[in-house]
């Protein structure tokens, strides 16, 4: 008789135990520290899933040969098998085994106190072990069918498609490439809240903004599409933009202490900022594009509903995209590079169950990495991407700081990642800060209207030369072109040629060229020409008595009230002064507005509800001997004599009644613990319930396995 998985970890070597324990620390559980537990854990739809997205390429290929051959038979022979390969099954089985994917069925390995097979011995593991049996939830998990069979999957790429060339990049142009990145990239985020700022766009109903208003906003800041989307999420994730508290218009724009935050320190704004990037969920490329033909999506607005299909991974994709990209350009080493071809087909490599396995995507990724100074490419070749040093160490600082979260909380096993652990760590930020230069307080202002700001310009210089200029490129520098359309809605809003000049000469470095002068005073004398002043207050009543009252009272002289009718005057004051002396005097008003009282509008930043994850406890790495040992010593023959009433071979069990059509006796709880006896003829199990025929009525049934307490044959 085979063993289910419950029997092959009660008599399982100690080594192979130990390993499986360590493999999955996702399915401890301190409460209930039995066998029976653990190995329920493990067959599950969530252990096995979980389990799966562990898998590299090669072994994922193995393991769907392995559920292709488990719908015929429970019990797969691989060395007879022609449809798997013995090399590749013998490099991937003892992975498989430590997830709790696979086990052996017989065989001298799997005797209790054995030794288990080293990795120089794997020949030696197929020979010994020839029978194996897999998680029966993985057949519904994995790509089983006839037809998944006939397509091709996402990471089988011919390696003669793929570009392997290597390209070499010289060591002061990623020097210079890092830099200006970082320095423009900081700019470009100032520049796109100061834009946000000035001019709030409408929000929609959805809560995001139209691609059109996100394509106006990438021209006016002189950017990409998708490099726009992307530091608009940023913001988001940052406060640095949000809604105003507005029923009539909601907008976005700056927030209230936007202007705080974006005048700290750079390396630190900079770091905030990879970080917002590394934890977004959201694809750029499907926000540009849209995720389907009768599906756009809008910017800053959360999608009704996944974006990417397929089982519900334990880490969203695109930040686990974006972590294992990083890795790849940490391995290409500084001073080469690789085409995006090659990086995306090593991301599937690594990462073949990963929901994000579209080409562009990958690609879109590389390109963000070079905008934020972590990747660079070479001069002749702008198809292949190398790292930089920031992209180096921030890899490196990753992997460190994900081991460290996994002692903490060890429940991110059997993958190793955690979205919350995605933090720049502090040695990048002081690389980048030694990195970056003094910023300037000064331009250079030319005859040709252009100002050129030698370096990282500071923020007080910025905000003076966006309300003259628009900004006409980035880097290490900036260069701004004088426009006269800005100069004309400066100065519309009041300020006078004498005040935009005394300005513009406060921040330049030499006196300012005629050209420039000229342009002003012109600009000047032709909006001279009609002026508008503030409006005086009108007084309208209902009773002309009321107006008596008001022109009578002494307290009023100031407002110069001066009757046009017998229920209207008008007053030499404004609206705001003339009703604080109506209020002075005790005369009831209200303040006549289109849009209603003005009031001072304040700007929600965070627009999604705060969720507190509750965590289940797990089992630390002091107690983890403690906890093998108390797992171990309990009786094997206990165990062995109880298998009928585990939960976890209820599904073994059914399967193999369903492909025999045979009848079984099932024994199952209500959701008020009250048991109930049901005799069914299986025929299909799928997400966690058995569908069947019951012998007493001939009716169709659909039980869940969670409810089963024993299963038994008729």
Known sequence: MSMTFSQWLSHSSDAEFESFVRTRRDLLQPESPTIGSLAAAASSRVGVARGIEALDADEIDVYIALAMAARTTPEIAVGDNAHIDPTRAEAALPRLRDLGLVWPTSGSGSESGSVAAQPGDRAALLAAQPVWRIQSEAITLLP???????????????????????????????????????????????????????????????????????????????????????????????????????????????????????????????????????????????????ASENERLTVLAAPKKSLFKGHGQSVPAMP?????????????????????????????????????????????????????????????????????????????????????????????????????????????????????????????????LTAVATGPIEPRVHHILRRYAVVEARGQGTVYRIDAETIEDTMQSGVSAEDALAELAGISAEELPSTLDFLVKNTASKLRRVRVAGARAVL?????????????????????????????????????????????????????????????????????????????????????????????????????????????????????????????????????????????????LNAGRVRGTVTSTGAEASLSIARIVSVDPS
């Open 144 to 290: 089983t069918s006839a037809a998944d069979s006939a397509r091709t999957r996402p990471w089988q790429i011919d390696p003669a498609t793929v570009d392997a060339s290597t390209a070499t990049i010289g060591q002061a142009l990623i020097h210079n490439s890092e830099q200006a990145a970082v320095a423009e990239v900081i700019s470009s985020l100032r520049g796109l809240v100061d834009e946000l700022s000035a001019t709030p766009i409408s929000r929609l109903t959805s809560g995001g903004i139209s691609k059109r208003d996100v394509s106006r906003l990438a021209r006016t800041l002189d950017l990409g599409l998708e490099q726009t989307i992307t530091l608009l999420l940023a913001a988001k994730s940052l406060h640095l933009i949000g809604v105003l508290d507005d029923a009539l218009d909601p907008q976005w724009t700056a927030a209230d202490d936007a202007e705080s935050a974006l005048s700290s320190d750079r390396a630190e704004l900079w770091a905030a900022l990879v970080g917002a990037w590394l934890r977004e969920s959201l694809d750029v490329t499907q926000l540009a594009a849209g």
């Open 320 to 448: 686990l995209l974006r972590l294992t990209v990083l890795e790849i350009l940490h391995d290409i080493g500084l001073g080469s590079a690789r085409s995006a071809g090659w990086v995306h087909a090593e991301v599937l490599r690594r990462r073949p169950m990963i929901q994000a396995h579209e080409p562009a995507m990958t690609e879109a990724v590389l390109h963000t990495c070079v905008s934020l100074g972590l990747a660079t490419t070479p001069l002749q070749q702008p198809d292949h991407f190398g790292p930089s040093r920031f992209g180096v160490s921030l890899s490196a600082g990753l992997d460190a700081a994900l081991v460290e979260h996994a002692k903490q909380d060890p429940s991110i096993a059997p993958l190793g990642v955690a979205v919350d652990a995605l933090e720049v760590p502090g040695d990048v930020i002081a690389a980048v800060s030694d990195g970056l230069g003094d910023e300037v307080d000064t331009v250079l202002i030319q005859s040709d």
């Open 540 to 684: 309208v009543v209902d009773d002309p008595v009321d107006l008596d009252v008001i022109l009578s009272d002494q307290a009023m002289l100031p407002a110069g009230l001066e009757r046009l009718a017998p229920t209207v005057a008008i007053a030499q004051l404004g609206p705001e002064r003339t009703m604080h002396l109506l209020e002075a005097g005790d005369h009831h008003a209200l303040l006549h507005s289109a849009t209603g009282t003005v009031r001072r509008r304040k700007v929600i930043t965070q627009s999604e509800p705060e969720v507190n994850v509750r965590r289940r406890p797990r089992v630390s790495d002091g107690h983890l001997g403690e906890y093998i040992r108390i797992l171990r010593s309990a009786p094997t023959g206990a165990q062995a004599m109880a298998s009928s009433d585990e939960p976890l071979g209820h599904m073994d069990r059914l399967r193999e009644a369903a492909e025999a059509k045979r009848r079984v006796v099932i024994r199952i709880a209500d959701s008020q613990g009250r048991e109930r006896t049901i005799e069914m003829l299986p025929a299909t």
